[in-house]
Structures are given as C-alpha cells and as structure tokens.
C-alpha cells in the first residue's frame, strides 16, 4: 500500500468508530439527544417489525456493538473483524430502516455509504497504524 492508502485507511477508521459513537454517546445522554428512553422509543419504530417485548433487547445488543466495534477500530485490534462487523451491522441498521420507514430514509442518513466503507475498510491488506501491525511486528522480529 502507499503512504496515502495508509492514511486513508486510518482515517476510514477512525471515521468509521465516530459513526458508531457519536449516536451511543447520545443515547447515554452524554451529547444531551434524549437519552436511553428516547433511543428506546426510536429502537422500537426502526425495529417495528419486531414484537415489543423484544425491542429493549436489540437496543442494548445494538449498544453493546456500537460500542465494541468502534473501539476496535480505535485500537486497530482485529480490525478486519471489526469493520466486518461494523459492515454487517450497519447493513441490518439499512435493512431494519428500509423495512419501517422505506429506503428514503436509508439513502438520506448515508447508512449504506457507512456500511460500504466499512466492507471496503475490511478488504485492505494491512493497517499500518494499528494494534495489529504492531503485534504482527513483534511476532516476526
């Protein structure tokens, strides 16, 4: 890779890790945004196919991702892993959308851009600046 495929990958993820933290940080209530049970009310109308009771699970499993994931790319730790997973979450996050609101709503908040940065992240070689290189370093010195 060169220098500026190394750059764009770090900035792929670390963009990617802002996707996911920013909306956790407000349903925690950190950026104000309404809080746990404002994301619940929304979780629910995403997931309306689901029956209620089910709802609060797939919000703190969501959660439960949206935090994981993101630190992983942060650190750069099982990297491909992670943006494989941010890829396939985001991709059921368009897929939930699409089925509750239509595709407008997928297209306009670029959920499908956010998924295919992520696939596309995963396809890389290598992570240059990351935990991986380093203890990929270590490993053969």
Do not use: C
């Amino acid at each position: 890779m060169n220098r500026f495929q190394d750059h764009a990958a770090l900035f792929l993820r670390l963009a990617t890790a802002a996707n996911f933290l920013s909306p956790v940080a407000s349903r925690l209530g950190l950026f104000g945004g309404g809080g746990w049970q404002k994301f619940l009310v929304y979780a629910g109308q995403v997931n309306a196919f689901a029956p209620p009771a089910l709802v609060p699970w797939l919000a703190v499993a969501a959660t439960v991702l949206e935090i994981t994931i993101p630190l992983l790319l942060v650190l750069g730790w099982h990297t491909r892993i992670a943006a494989l997973g941010a890829a396939g979450l985001t991709l059921l996050f368009a897929a939930a959308m699409t089925w509750s609101f239509g595709i407008k709503e997928v297209l306009d908040y670029a959920v499908l851009v956010d998924s295919s940065s992520a696939l596309l992240l995963a396809t890389l070689p290598r992570y240059r600046w990351s935990l991986d290189a380093w203890l990929a370093s270590r490993r053969v010195a």
